[in-house]
C-alpha cells in the first residue's frame, strides 16, 4: 500500500475511532472533541490527495471484509478529485457542527450523542465509497452512507413530518441500492466482484446498456433525477443544517462520482445514446428543479430544489462528455468533463456555504418559513454578508465560482463537431438553451432567497432577539465563502488539476490546454475562440467602484439625511406591503402553470375575512407516484381474497394444489 | 504601439461615459419631435444628474449598506462594460479579459445587485419593482445568450474583438440565422433597457412601472448614478448589438485618420439609431406586464431558431 493510500485508510478509521469514542464519553465533551477532530483529519484528507500524482493508480487491501475476505481499495485521479471535495467541504461542516450543536448538550443530550456517532461515521462511509475498489467494499459503504445519513436526518424523530421524511429517503436509497446491486451482479465476472476483473471484461453493446440504465436508476435515485427526486426535497430540509450542507454538498457528489466510474472506467466506451439519455434527463431535471426552488417558500427547501437543479446540470454535462466522447471528440469531450467537475466543487462550496447560512438564521430565529423572516441583515451581518456571496455565485454570476463552470459549460456546447447523427448537430443547441434558461431561473430564485430572508423588513418577527452566527459558524462560511471566491478568480490553477483527471478518464488526447495566454487568462482550445480573465475583472471591478466613489465624493459631497422611507407618498406603511415569498414567486406560477399541479384557493370578493391560499404540489407524485401505490394496494386487496386467515381454507389450497401436481405428474407419465 | 492601445482604453472608457447621457439626450429629442413637442436640449439629462449630485441624499431608515453600495457598484461595473465592448477599435488591450457571455454575465450582475437592492427597504413598489425586473431578467437572459450562440456559432468564436473582426473580414452578407437573432435581439435590447413595449422610462404610473419601481427610494447622487448607469447600459447594448450584427466601420488601429473616420461613423451610428428607436416608441404601445412573458419568450424563439437554421444551412 502506497502512503498516500495508507494516509487516506488511516483518516478513515481515524473519522470509524472518533464515532466510537464518542459513546464512551459525555455528550458535551464528544461535541468538543469530535467535530474539531473530524475537521482536522477531513484538511489531512485533502493534503494526502492532493500530494496524489495523476497518473499513478495505488492500490491496496483493507484487511476486514465479507466472510474472511479482504476489501480492495484503490486510489486513483478520480477517487482523489472526490476526495478532496470531501475533505474541503466536511472540513468547514465540521467546524460550523461544533458551535452549531452548542445548545443540543443542555436541551437534548441523547440526540446530539447521536449525531456525534453517526457523523463522523457518514463522512467515513463517504470516503469508503471513494476508495472502494470491489463492489463488495462499495456496497457496504455505500449502505453505510445512507443509513448513517438516516440516522442524521431523523434526529427529531417525534416530529411527524420528519419521520415521513426519513422514510421516504430510506425507501428511495434502497430502491436505488437495489438496482445497483442488480447492476454490479451484471457487470460481474464469473462471480468475481473487484473492480479490477470488470475493467478487463469485454461486454457487448446489449449487456452494457443494461448496466448502463441499471446505473442510471441507482445513482439517479441518490442523486434526485427526475423522477425520482421525490425524496430529496424532503429528506435534506429536515436534517439539521450542517447535515443538509453535507448531503447537499458532498453526499448527492457520491451518484455523480459512481456515474463516472460507471461510465468511463468500468464500462469503458459509452454508446452515444447513453449520452442524449443523460442529457434529456439532466435537463428536465434541472429545469423542473429550479422552477420548483423559485416556487418554495421554505429557505431549506429552497435551496435543497436548487440542489435537484444542479444535479441535473451535472448528468447532462455527463451527458454531454459521453456524446462527444463517443464521436471521437476527447478533446471536446474533456472541457465538457472538466466543467461538469468544476460545477461539482463549485456545488459543494455554494450548496454548502447557504445551507450552513441558513441554518444559522433558523437557529437565531427558530423560524425556517421565509413568511416570518426578513431584514436579518441588520442584526445578522455576518451571516448576510457570507450568504450574499453565495447568492451571487449560485446565480451563475461573474466574478463568482458558478460563473467559470457555466461558462466553461457554454464553450462546450458551443463547439459542437460534426456527429455522425445529423441530427444530433440539430438539437444539440436546445440543451444550450436549457441551460442558458435554468441559469437565468436560478437568478430569479436567488434574489427571492436572499431578498425575503435578509433584505426588506422584518415579517412580524421580534428581530431585537435574533443574534449574529458565533466564532466557530462564522469561520466556517468564511472558509467556505472564500473557497466560492478564490474558485471564481483562479480557474487555471483548478483546470491545471482537472487536466490530469481528463486525461485518465477520456484517454491521452483528454485534456484542454486552458493556459495559452498565462495564468491570468483562462482560454479553453485557444485565444482565439474565447477568453475570461477572472481576476482582472475583479480588479477592474473593484477600480471601477472606488474610482466611482472618490470621483463623486471628491467632485461633489458625501452628506445624507436619514428619513422614513417614501415609498410614492403612501402614509401607512407596513411589513405586510412588501412581497411575501409566495408573492414573489407568482409570476413563475402564472407562466409555469401547466408544469405543476397547483391548487388555489381565491377568496370571494363579498367575502368580509378574505383568506388566500394556493400550493404547489410535484406533480410526480399524481402522475407517478399516487398510482403505483394504488396498484399496489389493489394487488394486496385481491391477494387478500385468497388468503383469508382460516386454516381449512389453506389446507383445502394445499389439498387442491397436491391434486393438481397429481394430474400433471400422471399426465405426463405414460 | 502598446502605449497607445492602452491609451485608446482609457480614451473609450471616457468617451462612453460622456456619450451615454448624450444618447439619452438625443433620444429624448427625437421623440420629442416625432411627437410634435418641443424637445429638451441635448445636455439635458447630464444637467439633470449635476443637479442630483449637488443635492443632498435622503435615505431610508430602514437602508442597509447594500443599499448605499449599489449606486456606486452599478456605475463602476457598467462604465466597466462600456469600456470594453468594441466601439471604435476591434481590438482593446482589456477586452479579452471579458468575452460576450461574461458580458452577458456583467450585465445580469448589475442587474441582481439592484433588485437587491431594491428589496433592501422593504417597501410596496421595491419588491414590486424587483419580481418584475426579474421576471423580464429571466426571459431576456436566455434570449440573450441564445442570439450570442448564434452569433458565436458563425464566427467560431465568443471573443468581441474576434467576431467583430471575423465580420469584418466576411463582408456584408444576409444570414437567415442574423435575420432572425437579429430581431430577437431587438426585442431583448428593448426590454432589458425598459424601453415602451415593455417599461416606460417617462411615467411613474404605479401600475405599469417597473425599473422606476426599483429606485423610487434613491435620492441625490444615488440616483444620478443609477441612471447615468442605466444610460451606459443603452450604449453598451447598442454597441454590442453592432459588434454582433454590423460591425462595419470598426478600425482594425491603423492610422489617425483612419480611427477618427471609424470614430465618426460610430457616432452616425448611434445618431440613426436614437431616431430609429425613437420611431420605435412613438408608434407603439406600452403592453401588459402578463404579456411580457409572450413578447420575450418569442425572442427566445427566434433566438433557438436562429442557431437552429444556422445548423441547417451551414456558414
Given at each position: 500500500?502506497?502512503?498516500?493510500l ?9 473519522w470509524l475511532v472518533l464515532?466510537?469514542?464518542s ?6 465533551w ?10 482536522l ?18 492500490t ?23 476526495l478532496?471535495?470531501?475533505?474541503l ?23 446530539l ?12 462511509s ?36 420528519i ?14 441500492a ?5 447492476c ?8 468475481d ?8 471484461a469485454h ?37 439539521p ?23 468511463f ?35 431549506k427547501?429552497?435551496?435543497?430544489w ?8 451535472l ?33 459543494s ?11 444559522s ?15 436579518l ?17 449560485l ?42 434558461l435554468?441559469?437565468a431561473?436560478?437568478g430569479?430564485?436567488m ?10 423588513q ?5 428581530v ?13 462560511m468564511?472558509?467556505l ?29 483528454g ?7 498565462g ?11 474565447a477568453?475570461?480573465?477572472?481576476l ?5 471591478i473593484?477600480?471601477?467602484v472606488?474610482m466611482?466613489?472618490?470621483?463623486v ?31 414573489f ?22 367575502d368580509p375575512?378574505p383568506?388566500?391560499h ?14 403505483l401505490t ?35 405428474v ?5 | 504601439?502598446?502605449?497607445w ?15 451615454a447621457?448624450l444618447?439619452?439626450?438625443?433620444m ?5 419631435r ?10 439635458q439629462p ?13 435615505l431610508?431608515e ?17 462604465a ?27 450585465l445580469?450582475?448589475?442587474r ?14 421595491g ?11 429571466f ?7 441564445m ?24 463582408g ?38 417597473i ?16 441612471e ?13 448589438g453592432?459588434?454582433?450584427f ?18 465618426i ?10 431616431v ?12 401588459r ?11 427566445f424563439?427566434?433566438?433557438?431558431l ?9 456558414t
Amino acid at each position: 500500500m502506497s502512503p498516500a493510500l495508507l494516509t487516506v485508510s488511516l483518516i478513515l478509521a481515524g473519522w470509524l475511532v472518533l464515532a466510537l469514542g464518542s459513546l464512551v464519553l459525555t455528550a458535551d465533551w464528544s461535541r468538543r472533541l469530535v467535530f474539531p477532530l473530524c475537521a482536522l483529519l477531513s484538511m489531512g484528507l485533502v493534503v494526502a490527495c492532493l500530494g496524489h500524482d495523476h497518473s499513478s493508480v495505488d492500490t491496496g487491501y483493507w484487511p476486514i471484509g465479507l466472510a474472511g475476505e479482504v476489501t480492495p481499495v484503490r486510489l486513483d485521479s478520480l477517487s482523489c478529485f472526490f476526495l478532496i471535495l470531501l475533505g474541503l467541504v466536511s472540513a468547514a461542516v465540521s467546524l460550523y457542527g461544533a458551535g452549531y450543536f452548542r445548545d443540543m448538550s443542555q436541551t437534548q443530550p441523547e440526540a446530539l450523542h447521536r449525531v456525534t456517532f453517526f457523523y463522523p461515521l457518514f463522512l467515513a462511509s463517504m470516503g469508503g465509497v471513494l476508495v472502494a475498489d470491489g463492489a463488495y467494499g462499495f456496497m457496504v459503504a455505500w449502505e453505510v452512507m445512507a443509513l448513517s445519513s438516516w440516522f442524521l436526518v431523523t434526529l427529531d424523530h417525534d416530529v411527524l413530518a420528519i419521520r415521513q421524511a426519513g422514510f421516504l429517503y430510506l425507501l428511495m436509497a434502497h430502491l436505488g441500492a437495489l438496482c445497483l446491486m442488480v447492476c454490479f451482479g451484471w457487470l460481474a465476472v464469473n462471480g468475481d466482484f473487484d473492480f479490477s476483473a470488470m475493467r478487463q471484461a469485454h461486454r457487448e453493446a446489449g449487456s452494457a446498456s443494461v448496466i448502463f440504465l441499471l446505473g442510471l436508476l441507482g445513482f439517479g435515485a441518490k442523486a434526485g433525477l427526475l423522477p425520482l427526486h421525490v425524496w430529496l426535497p424532503e429528506a435534506h430540509p429536515a436534517a439539521p443544517s450542517p447535515v443538509s450542507a453535507l448531503m447537499s454538498g458532498v453526499m448527492l457528489k457520491m451518484a455523480l462520482y459512481g456515474m463516472l466510474r460507471l461510465l468511463f472506467d468500468l464500462l469503458g466506451h459509452p454508446l452515444w445514446w447513453w449520452g442524449v439519455v443523460l442529457i434529456v434527463v439532466g435537463s428536465l431535471t434541472a429545469l423542473f428543479g429550479v422552477l420548483l426552488a423559485a416556487l418554495q417558500f421554505d429557505i431549506k427547501r429552497l435551496l435543497a430544489w436548487s440542489s435537484v437543479e444542479n444535479l441535473g446540470l451535472l448528468f447532462s454535462g455527463v451527458g454531454l462528455t459521453v456524446l462527444f466522447h463517443s464521436a471521437g471528440q476527447d478533446t471536446v469531450a474533456a472541457l465538457a468533463l472538466a466543467a461538469l467537475l468544476y460545477h461539482a466543487l463549485n456545488h459543494s462550496f455554494f450548496k454548502g456555504l447557504l445551507f450552513l447560512a441558513s441554518g444559522s438564521v433558523l437557529h437565531a430565529t427558530r423560524e425556517r418559513k421565509m413568511a416570518k423572516l426578513g431584514g436579518l441583515i441588520r442584526v445578522m451581518p455576518w451571516v448576510a454578508g457570507v450568504a450574499l456571496i453565495g447568492t451571487l455565485s449560485l446565480a451563475g454570476l461573474p466574478p463568482f465560482n458558478g460563473f467559470v463552470s457555466e461558462w466553461l459549460m457554454l464553450q462546450a456546447y458551443l463547439l459542437r463537431p460534426d456527429f455522425p447523427q445529423a441530427w444530433l448537430d440539430m438539437t444539440l443547441p436546445l440543451g444550450a438553451a436549457v441551460l442558458a434558461l435554468v441559469g437565468a431561473l436560478s437568478g430569479y430564485a436567488m434574489v427571492k432567497f436572499y431578498g425575503i430572508v435578509f433584505l426588506g423588513q422584518s415579517r412580524g418577527l421580534d428581530v431585537t432577539m435574533v443574534h449574529d452566527a458565533g466564532y466557530w459558524e462564522r469561520s466556517a462560511m468564511l472558509w467556505l465563502a472564500a473557497g466560492c471566491l478564490l474558485l471564481g478568480v483562479l480557474p487555471n490553477q483548478v483546470m491545471g488539476y482537472l487536466n490530469g483527471l481528463t486525461q485518465t478518464l477520456l484517454g491521452p488526447e483528454g485534456r484542454v490546454s486552458v493556459a495559452h495566454q498565462g495564468w491570468l487568462w483562462l482560454t479553453p482550445l485557444s485565444s482565439q475562440r474565447a477568453s475570461y480573465s477572472p481576476l482582472i475583472l475583479l480588479g477592474l471591478i473593484a477600480m471601477g467602484v472606488l474610482m466611482t466613489w472618490w470621483g463623486v465624493r471628491r467632485t461633489f459631497h458625501g452628506r445624507y439625511r436619514r428619513a422614513p422611507a417614501w415609498d410614492c407618498g403612501y402614509p401607512a406603511q407596513t411589513w405586510r406591503m412588501q412581497d411575501s415569498a409566495d408573492g414573489f414567486g407568482q409570476p413563475i406560477k402564472q407562466i409555469f402553470e401547466g408544469i405543476f399541479g397547483l391548487s388555489r384557493v381565491i377568496p370571494d370578493p363579498q367575502d368580509p375575512a378574505p383568506h388566500y391560499h394556493s400550493e404547489v404540489h410535484d406533480p410526480f407524485w399524481s402522475i407517478l407516484y399516487k398510482p403505483l401505490t394504488h396498484l399496489l394496494e389493489r394487488s394486496s386487496d385481491l391477494l387478500s381474497r385468497v388468503m383469508r386467515a382460516r386454516i381449512a381454507l389453506y389446507l383445502l389450497y394445499s389439498f387442491l394444489t397436491l391434486l393438481g401436481l397429481l394430474a400433471l405428474v400422471t399426465g405426463s407419465v405414460p | 504601439m502598446s502605449a497607445w492601445v492602452w491609451f485608446f482604453q482609457l480614451i473609450q472608457g471616457v468617451m462612453a461615459l460622456l456619450l451615454a447621457p448624450l444618447l439619452m439626450g438625443w433620444m429624448a429629442y427625437c421623440r420629442a419631435r416625432f411627437q410634435h413637442r418641443r424637445p429638451s436640449s441635448l445636455w439635458q439629462p447630464l444637467r439633470q444628474w449635476i443637479k442630483l449630485f449637488h443635492k443632498e441624499v435622503v435615505l431610508a431608515e430602514l437602508a442597509s449598506p447594500l443599499f448605499r453600495v449599489t449606486p456606486y457598484a452599478l456605475f463602476g461595473i457598467l462604465a466597466l462594460t462600456a469600456g470594453l465592448v468594441p466601439m471604435v477599435l476591434t481590438d482593446l488591450p482589456l477586452s479579452g479579459a471579458v468575452d460576450v457571455i461574461a458580458l452577458a454575465g456583467l450585465l445580469s450582475l448589475a442587474r441582481v445587485i439592484l433588485a437587491l437592492a431594491a428589496m433592501d427597504v422593504g417597501t410596496a413598489f421595491g419588491s414590486l419593482g424587483a419580481r418584475r425586473e426579474m421576471l423580464v431578467a429571466f426571459l431576456a437572459e436566455p434570449a440573450l445568450l441564445m442570439v450570442i450562440f448564434a452569433s458565436a456559432s458563425l464566427n467560431a468564436s465568443t471573443s468581441l474583438s474576434k467576431m467583430a473582426a471575423t465580420t469584418l473580414d466576411r463582408g456584408f452578407y444576409l444570414y437567415p440565422s442574423l435575420a432572425f437573432s437579429g430581431v430577437a435581439f431587438l426585442l431583448v435590447l428593448l426590454a432589458e433597457n425598459g424601453r415602451i413595449p415593455v417599461d416606460n422610462p417617462e411615467t411613474h404610473l404605479e401600475l405599469t412601472m417597473i425599473h422606476e419601481a426599483m429606485i423610487l427610494e434613491y435620492s441625490g447622487r444615488h440616483l444620478a448614478l443609477i441612471e447615468w448607469a442605466n444610460a451606459l447600459k443603452m450604449l453598451v447594448y447598442f454597441s454590442l448589438g453592432m459588434v454582433l450584427f454590423f460591425p462595419f466601420g470598426l478600425s482594425r488601429g491603423g492610422s489617425g485618420w483612419e480611427i477618427a473616420l471609424s470614430f465618426i461613423g460610430f457616432i452616425i451610428k448611434l445618431l440613426i439609431f436614437g431616431v430609429a428607436l425613437a420611431i420605435l416608441e412613438t408608434v407603439s404601445a406600452k403592453q401588459r406586464l402578463f404579456r411580457v412573458p409572450e413578447y420575450l419568450g418569442g425572442a427566445f424563439l427566434l433566438a433557438v431558431l436562429a442557431i437552429l437554421l444556422h445548423d441547417l444551412l451551414g456558414t
